[in-house]
């Protein structure tokens, strides 16, 4: 990782009060290099906005500190900060079109005027909202009026760009398009952005790495892929990935040999002692209670194994997502081909031990991955 | 166009005019009156046949006024350059204070905010006859009863709460998001409050000037109590046409003409201001 574009460390959002009012972000600490995309991604209410607004310099940092390119930033004001943002809101002057709106953006830099019209219509080329140059914000649809306040905020050079949920109100199929868009205009020229958002697909389609927020807290920074195979805790596990893990708790106990994890409704997955790497499998006999989690997609029908009751049947399109009852809860798979499978059909399930993530049972954090430990 | 019958429109029509008519008709009655004698006016039954004079407008310009009894002078125009003066800049001065005062309250909470802005909006809830004999005791200890400074003064009692509410208004709904795009763009936020927020509530800080102006304009109590013959406003220097001799109702009527027609010329200026004021919510952000 080349030098550090954005480095926030013990960082602590209180509305109200300090230490008395609503805390909305928890001692945060990232670091976010150069060049990386960087996505927040979190349920409303989780602290990604208000960690981004921090970083705008539009809400007080109440703890910690705030770097920007090595700059410490975090007392000083907005304009001082060298940041670009598009708003979830739009947030576009009303009286400017929607050219003016984007060169307006460029007003501080000073540029020659041919050279801002440059800019407007390759980055209005990019956006496709080459045709509404000349209209106003509100004569437009929300999904032109958030790309044009996405290019208001492209257009920019910064240290950093701020992007608070910058395609919700696209259509799928230009959402799509202008990810790759946007990722390459981003990359070609070597900004750092953070984007907000709460939708996985965009987070991992435009996101070098993913910093996953819970309650004001910071779960996981790590790369897309990392965090589908190795969640830190049972939070990452469950909110990364679609349709979601499947979570159960388990008893551990041995018999004869073989190591079972009792599941409710008298269930039990058994596995040879020898199916576990050593390290998991001390891991594993050292609990007495632990939570198991499995991957929709890592979920076999087989002929001998557990038995379940098919509750739901669902045929996308492009795979199967199959729900049944399970040990008292509910367990989804997902085939690739079509299944048909009534209601009610009874079916045995067997898994991998491969394709078992075991959770501590009372903190959540992560014990094992497969035959890695965490 | 929404679609109407023939009939709906000609019912409408008359309900209008009905309605108009109502409304407006003082106000003619007045005009009508401010063209007679008093001989006329007071003709029972009334008639709406009259030889027009311009009599009264003449001894209001001119400042003498003929009775029965002899010559009388009266101060109307003087009153009327009070009216103008006093109003105008008393609302300069609320604006001045009321606009940067309500984008604070809109835009910053702090300890305390909302007390200070319901405090000054309680100037409105006291009875001016209440607050008045405490005041006028102080502004001759102070030596400002009988000033212009002093008029104005009490009269922000009556814009600056008006201006500082309505104006706040305005304020809050532009989304503050719009500010802090322009702040993030590498402008402070006094060129913020200068180029984004008062542009945007131009119409609101204009539609609540207006109206301040009109309240100060109409005002009677604390210019008849504060002021003397030379500082009084036109609402105060109508009692001089109660004279000895009799009520001078052409007078009367014509110094109304005269004092309602700046405002109603700024009213009819403003409107578009108004409506647009009363449309900005309209704008999406």
């Known amino acids: 990782m080349s030098a550090s574009a954005l480095t926030i460390s013990g960082v602590d959002k209180f509305y109200g009060p300090i230490d008395r009012g609503v805390h909305a972000v928890k001692n945060l600490t990232m670091e976010i290099g150069k060049g990386e995309i960087v996505a927040l991604l979190g349920s409303s209410g989780c602290g990604k906005t208000s960690t981004l607004r921090m970083i705008a310099g539009f809400e007080e940092v109440s703890r910690g500190t705030i770097a920007v390119a090595g700059r410490k930033v975090h007392t000083l004001p907005p304009v001082r900060r060298n940041v670009a943002m598009a708003f979830e809101g739009y947030s576009l002057y009303p009286p400017l079109t929607v050219r003016e709106n984007m060169a307006f953006a460029l007003k501080a830099a000073r540029l020659p005027r041919s050279e801002v019209d440059a800019k407007v219509a390759s980055i209005a080329k990019l956006l496709e909202i080459e045709d509404i140059l000349e209209r106003y914000p509100s004569s437009i649809s929300g999904g032109q009026q958030q790309r044009a306040s996405l290019g208001r905020a492209l257009i920019r050079e910064a240290d950093l760009h701020l992007l608070d949920e910058p395609m919700g109100q696209l259509e799928p199929q230009l959402r799509a398009v202008l990810r790759g868009r946007i990722k390459h205009f981003i990359k070609e020229r070597g900004l750092t952005a953070i984007l907000v958002t709460h939708d996985q697909t965009e987070a991992n389609a435009l996101a070098d790495r993913i910093a996953v927020m819970e309650g004001g807290v910071l779960q996981q920074f790590d790369t897309p892929d990392r965090l589908k195979e190795r969640p830190a805790n049972l939070f990452t596990g469950t909110f990364v990935g679609e349709p979601p893990m499947n979570v159960f708790e388990a008893f551990v106990g041995t018999a004869a040999g073989r190591i079972n994890l009792r599941l409710p409704d008298g269930l039990s997955l058994d596995y040879d002692k020898d199916a576990f790497s050593a390290p998991v499998r001390d891991q594993l006999l050292s609990r007495e209670r632990v939570v198991i989690g499995i991957r929709p997609y890592a979920v076999r029908r087989s002929k001998e194994g557990v038995p379940a009751r098919v509750s739901a049947n669902q045929w996308l399109g492009d795979q199967t997502h199959i729900a049944a009852d399970f040990a008292g809860g509910s367990l989804v798979l997902v085939e690739h081909d079509r299944t048909r499978l009534d209601l009610g059909a009874p079916i045995n399930v067997s898994i991998d031990p491969k394709n078992l993530h075991v959770f501590d049972q009372a903190s959540g954090m992560a014990i094992s991955h497969g035959m890695e430990l965490a | ?285």
Not at chain 2, 189 to 205: D, Q, S, V
Request: charge should be positive; aromatic fraction near 14%.
């Open chain 2, 1 to 285: 166009m929404e679609h109407t019958s023939l009939l709906e429109r000609i019912l409408r029509g008359v309900a209008l005019t009905l309605v108009v008519i109502f409304f407006m008709f003082p106000i003619v009655w007045i005009f009508m009156m401010s063209f007679q004698t008093n001989e006329t006016i007071l003709r029972i039954p009334p008639q709406l046949i009259f030889e027009p004079t311009l009599a009264n407008y003449t001894a209001l310009i001119t400042g003498k006024l003929m009775t029965a009894a002899g010559t009388l002078d009266i101060a109307f125009m003087r009153n009327l350059w009070n009216s103008v003066f006093l109003s105008v800049t008393s609302v300069a001065v609320s604006l001045l204070l009321g606009v940067p005062a309500a984008y604070a309250f809109a835009r910053h909470k702090f300890r305390g905010s909302e007390d200070i802005a319901f405090t000054l909006l309680s100037f409105r809830f006291a009875p001016a006859l209440l607050v008045l004999l405490p005041l006028t005791l102080y502004f001759q200890k102070l030596g400002l009863a009988n000033t212009y400074i002093g008029l104005i003064w009490v009269y922000q009692l009556i814009c600056l709460p008006l201006i500082l509410w309505i104006v706040r208004g305005y304020f809050e709904d532009i989304p503050a998001d719009i500010e802090y795009a322009y702040r993030i763009g590498g402008h402070s936020w006094f060129a913020t409050f200068r180029k984004i927020a008062l542009p945007l509530a131009g119409p609101g800080i204009a539609a609540a000037g207006l109206l301040a102006f009109i309240f100060a304009w109409n005002n009677f109590v604390f210019a008849l109590v504060l002021a003397s013959a030379d500082k009084q406003p036109v609402t105060v220097g109508a009692l001089a046409f109660i004279t000895s001799s009799g009520i001078q109702y052409g007078q009367i009527s014509a110094a109304i003409v005269l004092s309602i027609t700046p405002t109603l010329a700024l009213a009819l200026y403003a409107q578009r201001y108004l409506v647009e004021g009363l449309s900005l919510g309209a704008v999406k952000g």
